[in-house]
């Protein structure tokens, strides 16, 4: 039996999505479809999780860029 999942498009840069195909590897959680280079559909229930777990390894990508440009 077929079951249907709400879900959200996500339009975003190839390397935005490279880091949210990162992110749904381990558990396979918030991603319902991978349809193009720039265009996901994620579970409309995991979409704020994912929005926190993008932004805190955005900000840890950050600052590793940073150290890297201080040394």
């Known amino acids: 039996m077929t079951k249907a ?3 959200v498009l996500v339009e975003c840069d ?4 490279a880091i ?16 193009d280079d720039q265009t996901l559909v994620v579970k409309e ?3 704020r999780e994912l929005k926190t777990r993008l932004e805190t390894e955005l900000a840890e990508t950050q ?9």
């Not at 600052?63 to 040394?71: G, I, K, L, P």
Request: proline share 3%; glycine share 2%.
């Open 45 to 47: 229930s995991k979409l």
């Open 20 to 35: 949210i195909l990162k992110i749904d590897s381990a558990r396979h959680d918030f991603i319902v479809e991978d349809l």
């Open 5 to 7: 999942v709400k879900g």
């Open 14 to 17: 190839p390397s935005i999505k």
């Open 63 to 71: 600052q590793f860029a940073e150290e890297s440009e201080s040394d």
